[in-house]
């Protein structure tokens, strides 16, 4: 079967850093993807790695390794407003769907 | 702006008593896409679109059907909604459905299905 595994619930402080894991296994891999999606509100895109390596935007950085099928969601400088789920995804062939991890909830606290 | 409307936000339904969801698309992406998300769980992929082509999940229920008359409008049909039907549900679309740079799912803001 295909499975993304993330920790349920993280909680940190404002100001800090977090990280967020994915571990996926999956019969293809054409890419990772990470959405943000508040209590009630839609998903919205937050970064994308098809390679190895960092990608940062702003206070969010993505990391891949293809060869660990492993990939962590980076958020900086944490702000009250950061306190969402974040779901990994993962694009694993040609048909244009993605298939999402559990997501973790994330509790920034002042 | 571009964006993804769903309508209505909230829907209540009786049990049994078929129900239409509409999503549409200011976008003009080729790709649409319906999506169930049940409390605290990540989206489950129903069916999507690339332009008129349509592609059913293996698990999706008979009970869902889904229509795309153009390119901006997508309908999700229940037949027949049971309590369990009860959920949050998505509609995105992307440019091309690869995924990549550029080309991520843009959600709307999601049609919450009361089955009373």
């Known amino acids: 079967g295909q499975s993304l595994e993330q920790p349920s619930e993280v909680t940190a402080v404002e100001g800090a850093i977090v990280q967020m894991n994915c571990t996926y296994q999956t019969s293809g891999f054409y890419g990772l993807s990470w959405y943000q999606q508040h209590d009630g509100g839609a998903p919205t895109f937050l970064s994308y790695?098809?390679?190895?390596g960092l990608e940062e935007t702003g206070r969010f950085s993505s990391f891949l390794s293809r060869s660990d099928s492993y990939g962590y969601l980076l958020l900086q400088e944490l702000q009250m407003k950061d306190s969402a789920s974040y779901f990994c995804a993962v694009g694993t062939d040609s048909s244009y769907k993605l298939i999402f991890g559990s997501g973790t909830r994330l509790l920034v606290r002042p | 702006d571009a964006m993804v409307i769903q309508n209505p936000r909230y829907q209540v339904t009786q049990f049994g008593k078929p129900v239409t969801l509409s999503c549409s698309q200011t976008?003009?992406?080729?790709?649409m896409y319906w999506y169930q998300q049940k409390s605290s769980q990540a989206p489950k992929l129903l069916f999507h679109y690339y332009d008129k082509d349509f592609n059913n999940e293996a698990d999706t229920p008979d009970n869902f059907q889904s229509r795309r008359p153009n390119t901006s409008f997508c309908f999700l049909d229940i037949r027949s909604p049971g309590l369990g039907d009860a959920a949050m549900y998505l509609c995105a679309t992307s440019r091309d459905g690869t995924a990549g740079p550029g080309d991520e799912q843009f959600f709307g803001p999601g049609t919450r299905l009361t089955v009373l």
């Open positions: 790695n098809a390679l190895d």
């Open positions: 976008l003009n992406h080729n790709v």
